[in-house]
């Protein structure tokens, strides 16, 4: 149990968390990001500017997550806030230059590698101090529940404003990373206390350490649902606003009417990721953990195949569950994983594992880059989508621990 004296400021950092993860999910420019890009550059040239995001956070996932176990949580977040308002602002005055593009990504990068195994350790971390680490679950799924239904509203707005003008999603997406930055700036860094209530010097996190966790079975195979999942939901949607753009009748160059679609789509979309953020811990207890990542990943690759079979709308349906994945999927591994690694390399860990997810999301969207077809760019994709899940799928036999469906 913490001290008394930092009983008050952790229980402050818990309301504060849950304010930072709404703002974080304010997200109004996700349903118009690839027809912003579409309406600067080419097919070829878009999926490029992207790779340049996903490789970015793998060169900036690992030193991200380093120095959140080594600095703390609390630099780190206001690092990556800071970094989302410099990219915003990018994308509001930047142009159509592919090396100004190029930047504003690398600059999101930067900040989501920043938040990326940060904000679930950083609310461990305070669950810990006072003693209550076992709400972490249930906290952690209400706090992703809300967080989704910011991201409703949010999407929502962005596809009106991006009907207008695909700058000002990334307008709004600027003023709150900022309003994201006051937030940080209170938060107080969850302090390890000795018995005697002298502080404890954190360790330096060595890469060869955490690495080592994967000789557990159970880690390794959650490691590979972490480097499988990256691709499954980036591919997922990704290709959702060009789908529609062609649904409804426009070109990939001119949406038309598509981001007032594509935000009533992916607002319902974060609508259904809300209810099942809500619901990860009842969905472990009710299948396990195994079995729970593989449904939702087959979702994913699921959602895939249809979109490279079909462009009727009767799709829509199934395209409104592509969150399940992205909403659960973090919820359920940081619950497993953050009791059995040890506190100065829970982030870093998160942190390897996506690495390794957007390391192979950016060597697919490279590939992809070169092929100017989107009715070939939708079927390699659904290629991809099943690969992925048969590889979760053998590995979960190779990698079987009883101690997995226990969490």
Do not use: C
Request: charged share 10%; glycine share 8%.
């Amino acid at each position: 149990m913490a001290e008394t004296s930092d009983v008050g400021p952790l229980s402050v950092n818990l309301r504060l968390y849950a304010r930072h993860q709404v703002l974080a999910g304010l997200l109004f420019w996700l349903p118009t990001s690839f027809l912003f890009l579409l309406e600067r550059v080419s097919l070829g040239s878009a999926l490029r500017i992207l790779a340049v995001y996903f490789l970015a956070v793998v060169v900036l996932e690992v030193p991200s997550g380093w120095a959140s176990d080594r600095f703390g949580r609390v630099r780190t977040l206001r690092a990556g806030a800071i970094a989302w308002i410099l990219a915003f602002a990018v994308f509001v005055v930047g142009g159509e230059s592919v090396v100004v593009l190029g930047a504003g990504q690398v600059l999101m990068a930067a900040g989501f590698a920043a938040l990326s195994g940060t904000t679930s350790a950083f609310h461990y971390d305070t669950l810990e101090a006072l003693g209550i680490a076992g709400e972490f679950e249930r906290r952690e799924s209400a706090i992703s529940r809300n967080g989704l239904i910011g991201t409703t509203i949010a999407v929502l707005a962005g596809g009106a404003l991006g009907f207008v003008d695909l700058r000002l999603p990334f307008a709004a997406s600027l003023v709150a990373a900022a309003a994201q930055l006051v937030v940080v700036m209170r938060m107080t860094e969850p302090s390890q206390g000795s018995s005697d209530g002298s502080q404890v010097e954190v360790p330096i996190p060595r890469l060869v350490d955490v690495v080592r966790y994967l000789k557990q079975p159970s880690l390794a195979w959650i490691f590979v649902f972490m480097v499988v999942q990256q691709p499954l939901e980036g591919l997922a949607l990704d290709q959702i606003q060009p789908w529609l753009a062609v649904v409804t009748g426009n070109s990939l160059e001119d949406s038309g009417s598509t981001p007032l679609l594509s935000g009533a789509l992916i607002a319902v979309i974060s609508l259904v990721g809300a209810f099942t953020a809500g619901a990860s811990h009842r969905l472990r207890a009710a299948l396990g953990l195994r079995r729970a990542l593989v449904l939702l990943a087959s979702i994913e690759a699921l959602i895939l195949v249809g979109m490279a079979v079909t462009f009727s709308p009767l799709l829509l349906p199934l395209l409104a569950l592509r969150s399940t994945q992205a909403a659960a999927g973090p919820v359920l591994v940081a619950a497993a994983t953050a009791p059995v690694l040890a506190r100065h390399h829970r982030a870093t860990f998160l942190s390897i594992g996506s690495l390794a997810g957007r390391l192979a999301y950016g060597v697919v969207l490279v590939a992809l880059g070169f092929v100017s077809d989107f009715n070939t760019v939708l079927t390699a994709s659904a290629v991809i989508g099943v690969a992925s899940v048969g590889v979760l799928i053998a590995s979960s036999f190779l990698l079987r621990s009883e101690n997995l469906d226990a969490r």
